[in-house]
């Protein structure tokens, strides 16, 4: 077995009035420190193609106020820890502008980081405790310049011939700077070994091809965006092999081999971005084909859909340069691999919510499961009818017009009465459901679109506006499946414009306790929910629920009475709704709000709390 060696480069601290600057810490980064005073320090990066990331330890400081300048970075509120463990950020007042930290620090040592370091040493701890997983194996695929090891995390079910199953490939950080790619990619991994019934199906169709780290010499040396060698290796795959780096040739030899038996389905290159937003970079129709550019959008709307972290306007588009992996990939195997580059963002969301290890885990979990959403991976406790398999009777057009539908194409009623369209799973067991459709978003579908659930051969009807939340999966009902069988859902052709139908997914949430009337699946009266979150900071979801088709009006408004915004106004069919309320950007300050419903028969209305 090849031994590896490790060396930290010391650097000597730099000294002042007893505070010392220093980076001998693993994936530590400092350049140079001034100082006129003792208590306003100007602190440099080693700079690579980009001097973002720093990591750096201060001693000496317990009871000192110190201000400090990262003038070769970005960072927008850093964060800290005494224990070089747990990191927090700096309060608004600590970080009061771009590059800038300032406190009277508690204890004697501090360390400060763009984002919570991710070291080497780190990923081999965690490496260790998946590896025991029965469903994981761990294997080299190279070794970097600097001799450490690129580790491959094959992640699958033993029992079941990999003959039989798809691929997915998915690697993080290329850039080392970009930590909280690994705790994106941490929450990938934790969910797919969470012994769920849903993810253990994943693990007997799919084989996961996982690499935590592109880049180990760039990790462990503290760089910003290359390896130790300063190359950047996001640039390095369309060159000859003699002209491309270790650690490229090696991931080239890898995804060759594995390709060369079965080409992925999907491929994933984890990074994070200065911008305060997820994002794909969507390669334009011009730059691949009109299909692939489709399937992009569609893998992108499955990962924002039900993600508070990641909506659709946060998308990126780009043209596909061939030497990124995305580019040497459609070089060799076209449309058949679905590759995108995934960004997750350090300080903050679109929606406001500060980065934490926490909420990027969450968009890992969610990550994988739209992985499996866009390859049909279905179990019967999670799983999604598709059109494809309705029976229709009545007028319909089958169409692939449009970027925001689910799978190859989708059913469109037009408007008038007679005609439906009915979808039917598989023999499901006996549980409480929840069910969510998806279709795509046109002005002129139907305001008030009959969903019919025949479940247990007892009929409940509810309605639900498609002129608007296209490209998402939607939620309708909780649904008491009481007895094993298939579930049934029917969507009528509707007067007041057309009916998509396009999917629905089908999510088993708990057994039944108890045993619902028929009609207990829809709204018997007009029904405003309590927002949720409460307090929120800065959105929250409110939800109603209308007995019949109403002209409706829900408004936000202020302690003063005075509005702040009409989130929605119009007619809505009969079931349930929600909207969020964000109060980012309205120049809102912390205190009680209230939101009202308003029909024709009656106004209903709830207090809510900002809290920033």
């Known amino acids: 077995m090849k031994k590896i060696f490790l060396f930290l480069l010391f650097f000597p601290p730099l000294l002042f009035s007893q505070i010392a600057f220093d980076m001998n810490i693993e994936s530590g980064n400092l350049n140079q420190v001034t100082t006129s005073d003792s208590v306003n320090y100007s602190v440099t990066t080693i700079s690579d193609i980009g001097g973002r990331w720093f990591y750096f330890r201060i001693s000496g400081v317990q009871d000192k106020y110190i201000r400090v300048d990262v003038t070769t ?92 199953k798809r691929r997915v490939w998915i690697h993080a950080r290329t850039h080392p700077g970009e930590t909280p790619s690994s705790f994106h990619f941490e929450g990938i991994v934790e969910e797919l070994l969470s012994g769920s019934a849903v993810t253990e199906n994943y693990l007997k169709n799919v084989v996961f091809h996982l690499i935590p780290f592109v880049n180990p010499d760039g990790v462990f040396y503290g760089r910003s965006r290359t390896n130790f060698d300063n190359v950047d290796l996001e640039r390095d795959w369309n060159k000859s092999p003699a002209q491309t780096t270790m650690e490229v040739n090696a991931l080239k030899t890898r995804m060759t081999e594995i390709n060369d038996e079965k080409v992925f389905s999907v491929f994933l290159n984890l990074h994070s971005q200065a911008s305060s937003n997820c994002t794909f970079f969507i390669h334009t129709a011009s730059s691949t084909s009109d299909y692939f550019y489709r399937r992009q959008y569609q893998f992108a709307y499955l990962n924002s859909s039900d993600n508070p972290y990641f909506v659709p306007n946060d998308f990126s588009e780009s043209n596909l340069q061939s030497h990124f992996p995305e580019g040497w990939l459609w070089s060799n195997h076209g449309d058949e691999v679905l590759a995108l ?65 689910y799978g190859n194409d989708y059913i469109e009623l037009p408007a008038g009465e007679g005609g439906e369209v009915l979808f039917e799973s598989d023999e499901i067991p006996a549980g409480k459901y929840s069910v969510f459709a998806w279709w795509k978003e046109d002005n002129s579908n139907s305001y008030d679109t009959k969903f019919v659930f025949n479940h247990d051969g007892t009929p409940d009807t509810l309605s639900k506006t498609q002129k608007i939340n ?10 008491n499946h ?35 009337s028929k009609n207990d699946n829809v709204p018997v009266g007009y029904k405003l ?38 989130l929605a106004e119009g007619t809505l069919g009969s079931g349930t709704h929600e909207y969020i309320f964000n109060s980012a950007g309205k120049g809102l300050a912390s205190g009680v709000y209230y939101y009202s419903l308003t029909t024709k028969d009656q106004s209903l209305a709830k207090g809510m709390v900002l809290v920033k």
């Open 73 to 164: 970075s970005d960072v927008n509120r850093p964060l800290y820890s005494y224990d070089n463990i747990t990191f927090q950020r700096f309060t608004q007042a600590e970080a009061p502008q771009i590059n800038r930290f300032q406190k009277q620090f508690e204890q004697d040592t501090v360390f400060v980081a763009y984002y919570v370091p991710y070291t080497f040493s780190h990923l081999m701890d965690k490496i260790g405790e998946w590896k025991t997983n029965e469903h994981v194996i761990v294997d080299t695929i190279g070794y970097s310049p600097k001799d450490l090891p690129m580790q491959e995390m094959i992640v699958t079910d033993s029992s079941v011939p990999d003959s039989l």
């Open 341 to 405: 580059t995934y960004e997750t963002p350090y300080d903050q969301y679109s929606s406001d919510d500060w980065v934490t290890n926490e909420n990027l885990r969450y968009i890992g979990a969610r990550t994988l499961h739209a992985v499996a959403e866009f390859m049909g991976i279905n179990h019967p406790e999670r799983f999604v009818l598709d059109n494809d398999s309705a029976t229709v009777s009545g007028n319909s057009t089958v169409t692939d017009a449009g970027l925001t539908f």
């Open 470 to 479: 296209g490209g998402q999966w939607n939620y309708l009902a909780d649904i």
């Open 482 to 516: 009481t007895t094993e069988g298939p579930m049934q859902i029917k969507m009528l052709q509707s007067p007041n414009g057309k009916v998509a139908a396009d999917a629905f997914r089908i999510i088993f949430d708990s057994p039944i306790t108890s045993v619902k």
């Open 529 to 566: 929910e309590q927002n949720y979150p409460n307090p929120f900071n800065p959105s929250t979801t409110i939800r109603f629920e209308l007995p019949e088709s109403s002209d409706v009006r829900l408004e936000v408004y202020n302690a003063l009475g005075e509005l702040v915004e009409v």
